[in-house]
Nanobody, 124 residues
Framework: QVQLVESGGGLVQAGGSLRLSCAASGRTFSSYTMGWFRQAPGKEREFVGGITGSGANTYFADSVKGRFTISRDNAKNTVYLQMNSLKPQDTAVYYC?????????????????WGQGTQVTVSS
């Protein structure tokens, strides 16, 4: 069982930055591929980016590529989403998720554990 808790959301102006954190419980954090997803009102949950267990590989949605980065500190059981050059269309609830497989999936259903989400609002 893995419990995930996101933090770091808030209100920011367009062009600004935020860093989200996702703290995980459990001793096997490094064995999980971690993903970040977001869901805006009235829209489906969408993949933002992911990172493999070792941190060696990342993958991002085209909509955030070049603006967002993901890193993880396995000693602290934490994964981070650094969001730069934020746009109003980035406004959503952001979720982290854990997948016990080795590859990064863009499909929410493949992830085994989810956090409760943190709100990010970007004003124009």
């Amino acid at each position: 069982q893995v419990q995930l808790v996101e933090s770091g959301g808030g209100l920011v102006q367009a062009g600004g930055s935020l860093r989200l954190s996702c703290a995980a419980s459990g001793r096997t954090f490094s064995s999980y591929t971690m993903g970040w997803f977001r869901q805006a009102p009235g829209k489906e949950r969408e993949f933002v980016g992911g990172i493999t267990g070792s941190g060696a590989n990342t993958y991002f949605a085209d909509s955030v590529k070049g603006r967002f980065t993901i890193s993880r500190d396995n000693a602290k059981n934490t994964v981070y989403l650094q969001m730069n050059s934020l746009k109003p269309q980035d406004t959503a609830v952001y979720y982290c998720a854990a997948d016990g497989r080795l590859t990064i999936s863009i499909i929410p259903g493949y992830y085994d554990y989810w956090g409760q989400g943190t709100q990010v609002t970007v004003s124009s």
